[in-house]
C-alpha cells in the first residue's frame, strides 16, 4: 500500500527556534496533503489543507505566520513550527492524498517538544 | 459544518469476545463516505474501515463490521473475536465528496482488550 513518512520522527528544541517537520508521500504523488495537530488522548484537530504549488489553507484559530507549510512538489510538504514555544509541543501528523484517487494516507507522526 | 460524536471514551472487552463501538454524525451532504481509523501506542493511523454513503450494504473487513444507518446517522464498529492486538484507540472520520477530502474526526473511543 501507500506510504507516507514524517521526518524527524521526535524533535527536541529550545523555545524561540523554529523547526521543520517534512512529510513525504513515496509511491504516489499527492496532490493534497493535510496538517494535523494532536494532544495527549485527544483526537486529531486539523491544522491545514495544502494544495501542491498554491498557499495552503489555515483552519480557524491556526496561526498561519507561526505554522507555515509548503507544498512544493507533488511528493513533500514541509510544516514549519516558527519561534516555538512549550505551548507548540505536541503530536503533528500529516496526510496526503493519493491525485488519482479520494484515498488518504497517514505518515506516522512527529512529537515536537519545546523545552 | 459536519460534526461527529464518539459517546464512549473508553471500553474494554475479553478477549474473544464481540464489542460494538458507537458513533454519530451530523451532515446537511447526501455523498460522504465514513471511516473508522485505529491509533494503536505507536500513533500511527490506521484505516480499519470505510463505508461510502450510497451504498445500503454495510462494509465488512475480516473480522470488523459496520452497522451504518444513514437515516438516523449513524455509523457503529463491530470488532468480533476481539484480539489483544486490538488494544488501541479507534477514531471515526466523516468526508464529504465537496469539501476537499478533508475528513473530520470524532473524539476518539480507548477500546482495552483484556486477556
Known amino acids: 500500500g501507500a506510504v507516507v513518512s514524517q521526518h524527524p520522527s521526535w524533535v527536541i528544541c529550545k523555545s524561540g527556534t523554529s523547526v521543520k517537520i517534512e512529510c513525504r508521500s513515496l509511491?504516489?504523488?499527492?496532490?493534497?496533503m493535510f496538517w494535523y495537530r494532536q494532544f495527549p488522548k485527544q483526537s486529531l484537530m486539523l491544522m491545514a489543507t495544502?494544495?501542491?504549488?498554491?498557499?495552503?489553507?489555515?483552519e480557524q484559530g491556526v496561526e498561519k505566520d507561526k505554522f507555515l507549510i509548503n507544498h512544493a512538489s507533488l511528493t513533500l510538504s514541509t510544516l514549519t513550527v516558527t519561534s516555538a514555544h512549550p505551548e507548540d509541543s505536541s503530536f503533528y501528523i500529516c496526510?496526503?492524498?493519493?491525485?488519482?484517487?479520494?484515498?488518504?494516507?497517514f505518515g506516522p507522526g512527529t512529537r515536537l517538544t519545546v523545552t | 459544518a459536519q460534526t461527529v460524536t464518539q459517546s464512549q471514551p473508553e471500553m474494554s472487552v475479553q478477549e474473544a469476545e464481540t464489542v460494538t463501538l458507537s458513533c454519530t454524525y451530523d451532515t446537511s451532504e447526501n455523498n460522504y463516505y465514513l471511516f473508522w481509523y485505529k491509533q494503536p501506542p505507536s500513533r500511527q493511523m490506521i484505516l480499519v474501515i470505510r463505508q461510502e454513503a450510497y451504498k445500503q450494504q454495510n462494509a465488512t473487513e475480516n473480522r470488523f463490521s459496520v452497522n451504518f444507518q444513514k437515516a438516523a446517522k449513524s455509523f457503529s464498529l463491530k470488532i468480533s473475536d476481539s484480539q489483544l492486538g486490538d488494544t488501541a484507540m479507534y477514531f471515526c472520520?466523516?468526508?464529504?465528496?465537496?469539501?476537499?477530502?478533508?475528513?473530520?474526526f470524532g473524539g476518539g473511543t480507548r477500546l482495552m482488550v483484556k486477556p
Open positions: 495544502s494544495n501542491e504549488g498554491s498557499k495552503a489553507t489555515y
Open positions: 509511491d504516489f504523488q499527492a496532490t493534497t
Open positions: 472520520a466523516f468526508m464529504s465528496y465537496n469539501a476537499g477530502n478533508m475528513l473530520t
Open positions: 496526510s496526503a492524498r493519493d491525485g488519482s484517487t479520494y484515498e488518504q494516507y
